[in-house]
């Protein structure tokens, strides 16, 4: 099975079927409580059947962790993969039509973040396949891509997320972080704004709330490594994680150590 070719169909068909939906009423229907715990929305569901739709194609067997079905076998045969995807992430953005959303997969031998071997990230909207194969770098619709070597804060462009409802907490922790920064962002699609630390577009992505789920990052995390930045814990540990639907984590990404230092120095 040659995953990456796979994963590249499945972005080439979400950008036909799913695309339709962007800024639609009908996109926003909703249809119950998905298994990563949010309202499953229509253009939801429309991409996480093309996703299925194409591993059935391919007849390939494996262990599907969505965000919205949560853990389901595919195909007929023992497999030893696992596929875990977010088929949109940044549904808020998609429903508005706001052009800022992505397509998730990551494809693993094992059901741990590190084991992640092939990744797609695909920004459906503006046409453009992040991709990573484990040990063989990253690319930005096939060219290779790397982070910034942007090192103070002063000069950065800095991804936040701040939705949650204890933001004060949140604003405590990042406060020294924050009154260094000029450039502050959040687009409101966590593995795409990793993917934007992984080609240089932006320099960091903070998102210590702890309430990302492992479906939205998979795949990023192996793009942003593969690029040659780094994505750990607030504490600076690994971030190794089960990969399932209800599992969620706290990270930096950072495009290089020095900018990952300057960050970690200043959070409480
Ligand atoms: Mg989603």
Redesign the pocket.
Known sequence: MDWLDLLKECSRRMRKEVLPFFGSPDAAIGFGT?A?G?VMKKI?LV?EKVLIDVLEDHEASCTLIS??TGTKKIGTQPSEFYITA??????ANAVRGLPFMAT?IAVSKAPYLQDVETALVADLFHNVNYTAQMDKGAFRNGEKIKPSTTSSLEEAVLGVDFNTLRLGELVASLEEVLVRTRHLRHFGANALEICYVADGTTDAFIDIRGKL?V??FAAAYLILLEAGGIMVTPEGTELNVPLAADQRAAFIAAANEKIYRTIKEFLA
């Open positions: 998905g990563g949010d939801d991409a965000e919205e977010d088929p949109v992430d940044g549904t998730s789920r479906t939205d």
